[in-house]
């Protein structure tokens, strides 16, 4: 058993540890592979401090994880069930080094007792901060029609990076205008291929009579998995309220389906999410220490 410090070199071995962690049970599932990959080539994921993810090996095994999320003061740990045992280290490590001005949170399952007493006992108060896991089990085709001026397409940012940002600018509610997203958006023109396992068939967009992207979901999927995870999902406002992204949505399911995946998780408690079937699953509660 030893500790290291994060690399490039980890990326793999990490993915396969969370993998692992989640086919053990979903009292993790708010962080899975597809979540850290995702994550790791966010605009907003701070990378200058990646050296600082802790990781617990056995042999050549990730079996244990201390990961900031984004930014320090919030971060995932978790270790795989046979070694529970290293969750208070780890939790501790957490504290000490991805802790920002304001302390540290942790989100921890409501079932997963006894994390959550070794998180009270190490100094941890509920916050108020909460976070929910919806699953909808891919049983049957899911059907769902875009209107007649739609069409729907696969999104690869980093073919159409340009493109792909502001459609998550407009999704996301920064504006509409898009001579300020071009003076103030922070435009990336050149993504790097940290997303090794991205599959363009499951970044599904509708696409408008005028070549314009109105609406996106990206899913992640793992052969060596059988979910799929949902990240991202957003309409531009013009086209909300019409069944676009119940149809992008249920499209990129319905192929995730046909390459093995049984179920889907999407981090959210959204009304909107229960009315394409999707029900509350999991619930995690922070822990903050100051």
């Not at 899975?32 to 600082?52: L, T, Y």
């Not at 739609?150 to 073919?159: A, G, H, I, M």
């Amino acid at each position: 058993m030893k500790f290291k410090n994060y690399s490039n070199s980890d990326y793999e071995a990490v993915c396969d540890f969370l993998i692992e962690l989640n086919r053990e049970n979903q009292n993790h599932i708010n962080w899975n592979w597809g979540r850290f990959e995702w994550m790791m080539e966010h605009p907003e994921f701070d990378k200058s401090r990646m050296g600082s993810i802790g990781l617990w090996i056995d042999g050549e095994k990730v079996v244990g994880a201390a990961i900031y999320d984004m930014y320090f003061g919030e971060a995932f740990v978790g270790a795989l069930s046979k070694y529970s045992s290293l969750y208070t280290e780890i939790l501790g490590y957490a504290y000490r080094e991805l802790k920002d001005e304001n302390g540290l949170d942790i989100a921890v399952c409501d079932a997963c007792a006894a994390e959550i007493c070794a998180a009270e006992s190490a100094g941890f108060e509920i916050s108020e901060q909460a976070e929910t896991v919806m699953r909808l089990d891919l049983i049957n085709e899911l059907s769902a029609n875009l209107p007649n001026c739609l069409r729907f397409s696969e999104l690869d940012p980093v073919k159409e990076p340009v493109a792909f940002q502001w459609l998550l600018w407009q999704g996301f509610d920064h504006g509409t205008n898009k001579a300020e997203f071009e003076r103030d958006g922070d435009i990336i023109t050149e993504i790097p291929m940290f997303r090794r396992h991205f599959n363009p068939a499951l970044s599904i967009a509708a696409k408008n009579s005028d070549g314009e992207y109105v609406s996106y979901c990206c899913l992640w999927y793992s052969d060596k998995t059988d979910y799929a995870y949902i990240e991202p999902v957003c309409t531009v406002p013009s086209y909300r309220g019409k069944g676009v992204a119940k149809a992008v949505i249920y499209e990129a399911l319905n192929r995730a389906k046909s390459l093995g995946a049984n179920k889907a998780y999407v981090l959210s408690d959204m009304p909107f999410y229960e009315k394409l079937g999707f029900r509350k699953d999991r619930h995690f509660t922070f822990y903050w220490k100051k």
